[in-house]
């Protein structure tokens, strides 16, 4: 008997899963829009920035003087 003569055997696999990866994108844009939050909050320490002082003297007219 050759090969073609033989009855062939199928095996079907079913699955219920059917997640499609919805959750996965979510996740994935929680954690980026976390990462972002972080990054504006701390980036400025974490990239090196320096701190600035600013002083503006303002000279105000005296309250009993008179001009």
């Known amino acids: 008997m050759s090969d ?11 699955t ?8 996965t994108v979510i ?3 929680l954690l980026i829009a ?3 939050l972080l990054f504006y909050m701390f980036g ?3 990239m090196g920035s320096k701190k600035t002082d600013i002083k503006v ?3 105000t007219p005296a309250a009993g003087k008179t001009g």
């Open 44 to 46: 400025g320490q974490l």
């Open 27 to 29: 996740a994935v844009v």
């Open 34 to 36: 976390v990462l972002a």
């Open 57 to 59: 003297n303002v000279d």
């Open 4 to 14: 073609h003569d033989r009855e062939r055997e199928t095996t079907v696999i079913h």
């Open 16 to 23: 219920d899963s059917g997640g499609g990866g919805g959750g």
